[in-house]
């Protein structure tokens, strides 16, 4: 089905792994975006990607790095997990910027840091 | 002030209830609105759009005060299937989208 998919859905890490959260799409959008969801904090935007070469932080940016590798894919790294890192992430995209069709979101990855 | 506030709830509705929530936004300059539905354990989805002059979509009607930097988020006739998380965005630059915390919403038979 077209979309937004994220790989993996679960993943347990411990203090100072590091691992690469994926994203691609197929629905040609321009931009895209990672954003973070814990309870009582709502989503908070990690980094964003405007359009293919390009990234700018967002509103919790540290920790993380992220990578536009082609139009399709935007990747999530964490260099040295750590227990504040356990959240949902959510991968999502946009065609033609979000202000007319908003986002269209991945199913998200659960992330627990031990 | 946070950017995007709502009320928490939850809303515990019966069926066939008419249920309204609000949201009130810190930025004057922030262009779009949505409400997303975010059913337990889900990503958010989208429920609609919501335009200066006030827009309808089946049971669901929002409106938008921009002088008051006010949404509001109206559900007649509730269903079962309504009870989820509702959350209201506000897009104050071109980028990317604000979330509010979002409106837990139970319809009971």
């Known amino acids: 089905n077209a979309g937004v998919t994220q790989t993996p859905k679960f993943q347990v890490l411990k203090t100072g792994q590091s691992m690469t959260l994926q994203c691609a799409q197929d629905?040609?959008?321009?931009?895209m975006y990672w954003y973070r969801q814990d309870p009582g904090m709502g989503l908070r935007l990690i980094y964003y990607?405007?359009?293919?070469?390009?990234?700018d932080k967002g509103e919790v940016p540290n920790g993380y790095n992220v990578s536009r590798l082609n139009k399709r894919e935007f990747s999530l790294r964490l260099e040295s997990a750590a227990p504040s890192q356990t959240s949902v992430y959510f991968c999502?995209?946009?065609?033609?910027?979000?202000?007319?069709?908003?986002?269209?979101f991945g199913s998200g990855t659960r992330l627990t840091v031990v | 002030r946070k950017e995007v506030e709502q009320d928490p709830g939850p809303f515990n509705v019966p069926e066939g209830a008419t249920v309204a929530f609000n949201c009130t936004y810190s930025?004057?300059?922030?262009?779009?609105f949505f409400w997303y539905r975010q059913d337990c354990r889900k990503e958010p989805k989208l429920l609609m759009s919501?335009?200066?002059s006030g827009n309808e979509d089946g049971r669901f009607t929002a409106q938008l005060n921009r002088a008051s930097q006010y949404i509001s988020l109206l559900i007649r006739d509730s269903k079962l299937s309504d009870s989820a998380t509702y959350l209201c965005?506000?897009?104050?630059?071109?980028?990317?989208?604000?979330f509010g915390k979002g409106t837990s919403l139970l319809v009971t038979p």
């Open positions: 999502a995209g946009s065609g033609t910027g979000p202000l007319l069709y908003g986002y269209t």
């Open positions: 629905m040609n959008h321009n931009s």
């Open positions: 990607s405007a359009s293919e070469g390009t990234t």
């Open positions: 930025n004057s300059a922030s262009q779009s």
């Open positions: 919501v335009y200066s």
């Open positions: 965005v506000v897009a104050p630059r071109r980028y990317a989208l604000n």
